[in-house]
Each structure stands twice: as structure tokens, then as C-alpha cells.
């Protein structure tokens, strides 16, 4: 038995993910009509059997490491960190878009608004605007826009959704910083599985 940390048994699934991803197997094979045809095609044979068999003991070490390494993250708690990190990552990648669009040029709108102009979100000024176009709309033959486009987030309200942000990214480094370190926790591997990755080249 070896005693590799949590990070370093990751690696060796990663690897094996990737040799077992290098392995071609095929059905069919082009032989030469010249030489030896038939003793060709024989040694590919042989060689598509050793790949099955290679795949089949590479498989098996990857579901007893992932095994033990699945025990140690529900023991210690690193699979719960796990969901709780993917579920902010998502939401930090989902609003964060929001927080720079509120404090800068979007969609064409003016977000930095002067203080002569007033809050475009303000609804006394979104008012006077929808009926200064109603207006001109009346007044006119021609097509007029009826739409008008604003922000959604009032200046408070981007502030604070800014802040917001900042808090769960706050969070998530905390949460990474405590997975590091979980992930320097040991665990014990076989080491005649170890012995044949390494054989394999694969580790």
C-alpha cells in the first residue's frame, strides 16, 4: 500500500482518463497486399486483444482509486465544498454581467447618466420620458420607436449588487483555500496498481 495525498490521486485519475482516451480500438484494419498479409493482419489482432485487456485492467485501477478517493472527499466533507463552490461559481458567472453593464456603456445606453438628465431608472423621469414620446408620437405621421430601452438597476440597487458580487467571490476563494488544504489529506493506494501504471507509462 502507498500513501499519496488527495491532490496527487486526482492527478493519477486524470492520467489514466487520458491514456484510456489514447487508446484506439477498431474493428477493421488496412493490411498491405505485399509481404504478408495474413501475418499482419494476425499480430493486429493480437495487438487490438491487448488493448481490450489494457483497457480493462486501466478501467479497473481508475474505479478503485476513484473509489477511495470519493470515501475520503465524503468524509471529509470536500464533496459538499465541492457543490457549494459549483453552485457560486454560476452565480457569480451569471450576475456579475449585470454589476459591469450597470457602471458602464451597454446595449447602446448611456449608464453613466448626468446629473441635468436625472436617473434614466427613475420612474418620475421614465414617465416624462415615455410621455414626451407619446407626445411626439401624437404629433407625428411618421413611425416613431414606442419603446424605450433603460436600465433595470437603479444606481443603489447596482451598488449593492456590486457588493454582492464581491461577497461571494470573497466566498469562494475562502472555499478554495479550504479545499487545498483538504486536498493535501492522504489516502492509501494499492501499490501493485500504482506499479502498473507506472509500467504503462501512464503515471
Known sequence: MTEVTLHRAGRVLEAIRAA???VELGTTAKVSIFGEPVAELARKATGLASDIEKIERLLGV??????????????LGISDLLAEKAAADEWIKLV??????SSGKAAGLDYVTRRS???ATDP??????AKAMRERYAASDAEVDALIETRVLDQDAAAELTKRVARRRREVEQLSDRLRALNAKTVVLDEADLEYLTSQDVI
Open 20 to 22: 484510456v482516451g489514447n
Open 62 to 75: 481508475q474505479s478503485r482509486i476513484r473509489a477511495t478517493v470519493g470515501r475520503a472527499n465524503t468524509e
Open 96 to 101: 456579475s454581467p449585470l454589476v459591469s453593464k
Open 117 to 119: 438628465r436625472g436617473d
Open 124 to 129: 418620475a423621469n421614465l414617465e416624462a420620458r
